[in-house]
């Protein structure tokens, strides 16, 4: 019967090894989360699980020995020496909140409805601004510009919000380190 294994890779061959199981016709799952381009050599998405894959297999029908010298496998993850089985709903529970959109700021830190944020181009140096949602996968956020202002008539300052859609390579989230 199909189950879900975890498998545990040698260092960062998750890609290798997802590739080269599904080369050999099983299903892998490999999740995958969007993180800030700190170069443009470097990948735009890392593991979500450093060091492992999931893969859909009949162990007792197949045995290990189908999988056991695929290149990037280090081992099959054990628990009580015996292989650790993930439940469908596991998978399932991981791919339905890995779907949801997730933004992060270019230092690589989560991004929430009303994070301050600052912007990193030079005409909007200084600026306050809060972050609101993200418009599409890792592409464009919105954000709001903060200003205040004054009424002198009226003796108040009143605080004013201006969208302001941009590449979300751009944005900062506050006191974050470049």
Known sequence: MLQW??????VHAERQLATNLA?????????????AQPRR???T??????GYVFVHYDL?????????????????VR????????PDQDVARIRDQLTQLQ?????????????????LDESFQGVDAVFDRTLSPNERVRVFLRYLEEHRLERKRVERLIPLELDAQLVRKKNARP
């Open 41 to 43: 050599d470097r990948p």
């Open 5 to 10: 294994y975890l498998l545990y890779t040698k």
């Open 45 to 50: 998405e890392k593991p979500f699980f450093p």
């Open 103 to 119: 933004q992060w700021d270019k230092a690589g830190k989560p991004l929430r409805a009303g994070d301050a944020v600052e912007i």
């Open 23 to 35: 080369h050999l016709g099983y299903e892998t799952y490999l999740p995958l989360i969007s993180v």
């Open 60 to 76: 007792q029908a197949w045995g290990i020995g189908r999988i056991v010298y695929t290149p990037g496998l280090q081992s099959i």
């Open 79 to 86: 628990f009580g020496g015996e292989a650790a089985i993930v």
